[in-house]
């Protein structure tokens, strides 16, 4: 009965002590007890209601008799009546506050990173994967910033992004408050055919009816909404489809005609940054939002040319820039910032106007780059970007 109690436990770090039990090796099996955070695991298996409460103690007491909970107990007695105090730190983590965890509330999340780094790097790009050697991948509960110059490829690069994702089962809520659902729709169309359907028009409904199995949803907001709003929509979007991933295209048509002064604006901004960020965090849905540069340079830009406070770079998860015209005319993805483990890169990437998507420059396109890149250095004093150095992801 008490075997197949513990059995039910199935924390990870209670294995050994199954082991043990298993091979009737009772005294081992408290040993262990006493050196794992086993009232961790029993407080987390009454927490989640399975097992009965009165069962968690009758397993606690059998194994650990109170003289080893003082033991293992993170804070230790003072006191001389250790029963008593036993007792009452067993109320102490019985009667946690929503707010405050200890390690043990983060424990299994933490073996699941380190055991199974394939399932916490999140969906991966089947578009680009030289994206996924960069960010690893795309989670939930992460704020991606994407700006670049005007008429850049931004929503180009969305889409196409989104869709990626949206095909490999992540169900994606597209807010499009500077071009009309019907356009945005038709370049995904577009970009799901892989075609020019102009061209194919009896291809039409074959691609329109796949497309419409995706778990794809619109918000039906144009230019300037409040940001409560919005996020009263998504909130919906969340609850009843299950979305994930939810773009906002873009920041500015969004807050748009809200705010008397650019004193305003700049706040109006940071609010709504600050909205956006917690609701992925609380929610655990991806948001991608798309911010205008503070100018069009007509260079190429940093983390601090989008449009802003600093805390929109700051709040945000990812910052990926589309750099317009790098050396030799390349235009390349530049990822600036990357908080799940810090690996930044740059993408050159060719636009297809046949298929309006992008894709990584092939080894020999980099080469010619590099080659035209090494014959203007030696002609200026501009910096020389191999292709070796495009390859490797390393940031310019
Ligand atoms: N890399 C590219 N090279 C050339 N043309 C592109 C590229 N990406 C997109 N386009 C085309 O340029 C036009 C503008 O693209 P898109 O709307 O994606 O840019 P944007 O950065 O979102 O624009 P805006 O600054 O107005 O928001 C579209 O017609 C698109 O097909």
Redesign the pocket.
């Known amino acids: 009965m008490l075997r197949s109690q513990i059995r039910s436990l199935s924390q990870i770090h209670l294995q050994p002590i199954l082991c043990t039990f298993r091979r009737r090796h009772i005294h081992t099996a408290r040993i262990l007890c006493q050196s794992a955070t086993v009232t961790d695991s029993l407080d987390l298996a009454a927490d989640s209601n399975r097992l009965p409460m009165s069962r968690i103690d009758t397993i606690r007491d059998t194994l650990l008799p109170d003289d080893t909970i003082s033991q293992t107990s993170f804070h230790k007695s003072n006191s001389s009546n250790d029963q008593d105090n036993n007792k009452s730190r067993r109320m102490r983590t019985n009667s946690h506050h929503d707010n405050v965890l200890g390690f043990g509330d983060l424990r299994q999340q933490v073996y699941k990173e380190i055991l199974d780094p394939e399932e916490s790097r999140g969906v991966l790009s089947t578009d680009l994967p030289a994206l996924n050697r960069i960010l690893k991948g795309h989670r939930p509960g992460e704020l991606t910033i994407v700006t670049?110059?005007?008429?850049?490829?931004?929503?180009?690069?969305m889409s196409q992004l989104s869709l990626d994702y949206c095909k490999s089962g992540v169900p994606t809520l597209w807010g499009s408050f500077?071009?009309l659902n019907q356009r945005l729709a038709k370049?995904m169309l577009y970009q799901f055919a892989s075609k020019d359907l102009s061209q194919y028009p009896t291809e039409l409904d074959k691609w329109a009816d796949e497309f419409d199995k995706l778990p794809l949803y619109f918000l039906k907001f144009f230019s300037s909404t409040a940001i409560n709003t919005v996020l009263d929509a998504c909130q919906h979007a969340v609850d009843q489809y299950g979305v994930q991933h939810i773009v906002l295209?873009?920041l500015q048509f969004m807050l748009s005609q809200q705010g008397n002064s650019s004193l305003d604006r700049w706040e109006l901004q940071d609010r709504a940054i600050h909205e956006l960020r917690s609701f992925a965090t609380t929610q655990n849905v991806h948001i991608s939002l798309?911010v205008?540069p503070r100018k069009d340079p007509g260079e190429q830009m940093d983390i601090n040319s989008v449009f802003g406070s600093a805390k929109v770079t700051q709040e945000a998860d990812n910052v990926i820039i589309?750099q317009k015209e790098g050396l030799g005319g390349m235009?390349y993805i530049d990822i600036k910032k990357n908080r799940y483990d810090g690996t930044t890169g740059v993408i050159p990437?060719i636009?297809e106007?046949e298929t309006?998507k992008?894709r990584s420059c092939t080894e020999e396109e980099m080469n010619k780059v590099s080659s035209r890149s090494s014959h203007s250095s030696s002609q200026s004093s501009t910096t020389r970007y191999s292709s070796k150095s495009f390859k490797s992801g390393r940031s310019f």
């Not at 670049?148 to 690069?157: A, D, E, I, L, R």
């Open positions: 670049g110059p005007t008429g850049g490829g931004k929503t180009t690069v500077e071009i370049k295209d873009n798309v205008h589309l235009q990437y636009f106007r309006l992008i």
